[in-house]
């Protein structure tokens, strides 16, 4: 299998997106029990273009990926929830609440949705992909990730910036980095923002 992503759940431990399939590795709490599945072949053909045309809500397992011209929503057995129709989609990430792995009352609380770039237009949509609006007139948004305190978003506009926007789509502030070496952006629980570039980790 040819990784392109990992992600954590609550129940399914890490899991392992390849460009046609996934698998899970999980490791019973407090114990050292650990299932690996066989491979889960996706239910379409499908090739990711970049690591960032997946994610999925770790209280569910529910996956969001981009497969072509379609945004879909599935379930960890890949049965689809939802879909929703996005051209030239490119990068999308879950909205989601922080959850202790660790409280004693574990709930498996849907997701808020999601952020997607599509073209030059951000979209954020609720948990069943409809979508609530659109950012747009962007010069060239690339890279998406939410902001898991705020449920807004960050988004690298190649060339310009990194915008941040709040979870009602009002342009927050914006940063000046420009690194075209950008691989990977991420916020933890606290909001805070972390850039990852060929050479070098930003906070």
């Known amino acids: ?37 066989g491979e889960l072949p996706y239910e379409d053909s499908v090739s990711f273009p970049t690591k960032h045309a997946i994610d999925s809500c770790w209280t569910t397992g529910n996956i969001y990926r981009l497969d072509g011209e379609v945004v879909l929503k599935t379930d960890f057995n890949n049965e689809v929830l939802s879909s929703l129709s996005s051209s030239s989609s490119n990068s999308l990430s879950v909205i989601q609440n922080s959850v202790p792995m660790e409280d004693e009352n574990p709930s498996d609380d849907e997701c808020l949705g999601c952020w997607i770039v599509s073209g030059t237009s951000i979209i954020k949509t609720d948990n069943d992909l409809s979508v609530l609006f659109e950012i747009t007139n962007l010069d060239s948004p690339t890279l998406i990730c939410s902001n898991h305190l705020s449920g807004g978003c960050y988004v690298v506009n190649e060339g310009v910036g990194i915008y941040e926007f709040s979870s009602d789509g009002d342009l927050i502030g914006v940063s000046t980095f420009v690194d075209l070496e950008i691989i990977n952006i991420l916020s933890n629980s606290l909001g805070k923002l972390f850039v990852l570039t060929e050479t070098e980790l930003y906070k």
């Open 1 to 37: 299998m040819d990784i392109v992503n990992q992600k954590i759940s609550r129940s399914r431990g890490a899991i392992a997106f390849g460009t046609d399939s996934y698998q899970q590795i999980f490791s019973q709490y407090r114990s050292s029990f650990t299932i690996i599945s």
